[in-house]
């Protein structure tokens, strides 16, 4: 059990916010309970647990709830300064930086990347993938300036930035797949693209990082249910 | 050493309002760079490429932008007058409700008054929902930091701005009948000598957004 109390995660295992709380769990060496949402069906215990978002993450640690991927995956950091190695950096302007970037990528690169599904007709589609690989280039830089030739983000250990944008991996490759694209180009993003193959092999994610044909298959269910992509 | 803090910020937005009550609360000395967004300066972008806006603050050189993240910098860098809770719970309800704040609360009151007929009844409904939230956090509290001002105050602050929009607009959205710990928030926060001290001149507010929302109503009309 967990020192304090006893933690259990609400969450699905196609969700990619739902990940980033699991590779921290597992970064601190912390065991959990995963409760496994239904989909398309909440539980009564997360409509309890988030009743102003009703969404998955949610962490729940000696039955206090804790709400939304990045703050749940800071708690964790706190709540256990001396379990693992530290998820955030030491240094203060790094903190600003990991989170500059992680408010980046969920608020402007993850809905560009939605946007590919959703673009009608060749244009909007070639648009939608240019303003996606525009991120991506700008990842790049920001990887090459922070990793400062280190394997990840964080440094020589996953930290905060590498699982805020790690977690998405899963849907990049089914993007890729789907739409017969090259996201991750050796050629054009040859640090990310090397980074996200030491992510994904990495003991804290290995286990949580679903499958892609797994995540394609769930994605077409999405498609046909309800003739959109899975919401964010 | 002398230290450099500068904070580039415009005369009426809320953002930069925040980072300059932290370094007023924390008593840090700073330099206040004006800027005029439909002209921004060359150290701007600069300084926030990713996004050109404001606030960005400049310390020793270099910039952190993004309201909210600048002020745990801010928090982190100098420790005096601790902005956050210590404990990691609290700490957690705080960003929590600050992104609640920024991500909810914000854009509905903003479609509220830029809105009109079936729309903005539908908008008020939601910000009222919203704004309930809130209320509820504050009960037994003096401010949403306990005794003292602190981050969530500080990132919910903007609120206070919404005695002028009522003014321009005659629209009421936070009514002390519904929400009467909140208005009771909104006093005690405004009438504090620091959060005062930094508040743009009201008159000057009101004939801006009285100006928007003449411009606004033009537009619809000539449509």
């Known amino acids: ?232 | 050493m002398a230290e450099e803090v500068k904070l580039f910020k415009t005369w009426s937005s809320p953002f930069p309002l925040r980072v300059a009550w932290a370094l007023q609360l924390k008593g840090i000395q700073y330099e206040s760079v004006l800027e005029d967004l439909s002209n921004k300066s060359n150290l701007l972008l600069q300084y926030n490429p990713v996004y050109k806006k404001v606030p960005v603050l400049l310390h020793n050189g270099r910039p952190i932008s993004e309201s909210l993240i600048i002020l745990e910098y801010v928090d982190e860098t100098w420790k005096q007058y601790s902005l956050l809770p210590r404990d990691p719970y609290a700490r957690a309800m705080a960003r929590f409700w600050a992104k609640f704040g920024d991500d909810k609360v914000l854009p509905s009151i903003y479609a509220a008054f830029k809105s009109e007929g079936k729309e903005q009844e539908a908008a008020l409904a939601e910000a009222s929902e919203h704004l309930q939230k809130l209320e509820e956090e504050l009960k037994g509290k003096k401010f949403f930091g306990g005794d003292n001002i602190g981050y969530l105050d500080i990132a919910l602050g903007w609120l206070a701005n919404l005695g002028v929009f009522e003014e321009v607009s005659s629209l009421r959205v936070l009514d002390v009948e519904r929400f009467p710990l909140l208005c009771a928030w909104l006093k005690e926060f405004s009438d504090a000598p620091v959060i005062k001290d930094c508040w743009p001149p009201r008159d000057m507010l009101i004939a801006k957004f009285i100006a928007r929302h003449q411009a606004r109503h033009a537009k619809s009309s000539s449509t």
């Open chain 1, 1 to 232: 059990m967990a020192k304090g109390g006893e933690v259990k995660l609400i969450g699905g295992w196609p969700s990619p916010f739902v990940m980033r709380p699991r590779i921290a769990l597992n970064l601190k060496g912390l065991e959990y309970e995963f409760l496994e949402e239904k989909f398309g069906a909440k539980s009564e215990l997360l409509l309890r647990s988030n009743p102003v978002h009703k969404k998955i993450p949610v962490l729940l640690h000696a039955d206090r709830p804790v709400c939304e991927s990045l703050v749940i995956v800071q708690y964790i950091d706190e709540a256990w300064p001396s379990s693992g190695p530290s998820i955030l950096p030491s240094d203060p302007y790094d903190r600003a930086t990991a989170r500059f970037w992680a408010a980046y990528i969920d608020e402007k690169w993850f809905p560009s990347m939605s946007g590919i599904a959703r673009a009608q007709g060749e244009e909007a589609k070639k648009a939608a993938i240019d303003l996606v690989v525009e991120g991506l280039s700008l990842l790049e830089d920001a990887f090459g300036k922070i990793s400062k030739g280190k394997p990840f983000f964080g440094g020589d250990t996953i930290g905060f930035l590498d699982i805020a944008l790690g977690c998405f991996l899963g849907w990049v490759r089914v993007t890729e797949r789907t739409q017969g694209l090259k996201l991750l180009d050796q050629a054009k993003v040859p640090g990310l693209a090397k980074w996200a193959e030491r992510f994904c092999a990495d003991s804290a994610v290995k286990g949580v990082m679903p499958e892609t044909e797994k995540l394609a298959e769930f994605a077409k269910l999405i498609m046909a249910k309800f003739g959109a992509p899975p919401p964010q």
